[in-house]
């Protein structure tokens, strides 16, 4: 049985403001006048964010994500123009023990409030929807993250999106490191687009930029690690400016495992 995360139904406003945007190059997000959780289904995810104390980003719980009136700051906020559900990374922030750069980033939850942490068997998928909103060098903008089963700390592939455009998939060579980049799209800075991330039999990456549908081997040693899903703005860059970075705006994200 496939179990889907959804987005929250749009209010009428949502809808009214859906309408308008149709044929706008915005994508259709919901309502502009509440936190993200009263858009997308939040209980499903937990935030990191750039601030807190060196190596230890300060985190939020998803019980505190959730609803309308729900956490929102100038790093994880509803731009009140469009809805969409906003992350900001600047170059200069507080960053997790094993990375050079700062994330306004979500990480994939149970309902239970554990720690997602799936095996590579069976169907995983992450829809979303989105926008770079400006980038100073290059932005992860979704991931498949290694989870419990050894010591690595690496993801199972990183979907960047570069300052020039380009669209790019790094596929992880091994849970010990290096990565392979794969050209798979070209979307001008603050054009919308999509992706489907997913893991098809534990053996197969099928992503999808835009309706166009690549495939990608997982190597063995990774069948060991069970796995999570992360999305939101993960900055590719750094140095001391707090007004350079990274801001992606999402009007969509959905997870499902079946």
């Known amino acids: 049985m496939t179990r889907s995360r959804l987005l929250a139904v749009p209010t009428t406003a949502g809808l009214a403001l859906a309408l308008a945007l149709l044929g706008s190059p915005s994508a259709i997000a919901a309502d502009p006048h509440v936190a993200p959780g009263g858009n997308f289904d939040l209980s499903v995810w937990e935030l990191q964010e750039p601030v807190g104390s060196p190596g230890s980003p300060t985190t939020i719980p998803s019980s505190r994500l959730q609803g309308a009136n729900g956490y929102q700051d100038a790093y994880f906020y509803t731009d009140t123009r469009d809805g969409a559900m906003t992350f900001w990374a600047p170059e200069k922030g507080v960053t997790t023990p094993n990375s050079?750069?700062?994330?306004?980033?979500?990480?994939e939850m149970n309902r239970d409030g554990s720690a997602a942490d799936w095996a590579l068997s069976g169907s995983h998928r992450m829809n979303a929807t989105l926008r770079v909103v400006s980038v100073t060098k290059n932005v992860c903008v979704g991931?498949?993250?290694?989870?419990?089963?050894?010591?690595s700390t690496k993801p199972l592939l990183e979907l960047y999106y570069h300052a020039n455009g380009d669209i790019v998939l790094g596929t992880e060579n091994s849970p010990s490191g290096g990565q392979t980049s794969h050209a798979v799209g070209h979307v001008p800075v603050g054009r919308t687009w999509s992706y489907t991330i997913a893991v098809s039999g534990g053996n197969t990456i099928d992503?999808?930029?835009?309706g166009t549908t690549t495939h990608y081997g997982i190597p063995s040693s990774f069948r060991q690690y069970k796995q999570y899903f992360k999305a939101g703005s993960y900055n590719q860059s750094s140095s001391d400016s707090t007004t350079n970075g990274a801001r992606v705006a999402f009007y969509g994200l959905t997870v499902a495992h079946g």
């Not at 050079?100 to 990480?107: D, F």
């Not at 991931?143 to 010591?151: A, D, F, P, R, V």
């Not at 992503?207 to 835009?210: E, F, G, K, S, Y």
Request: charged letters at 15%.
């Open 100 to 107: 050079h750069y700062a994330r306004s980033e979500l990480r």
């Open 143 to 151: 991931q498949i993250h290694l989870g419990s089963g050894g010591s």
């Open 207 to 210: 992503l999808t930029v835009n």
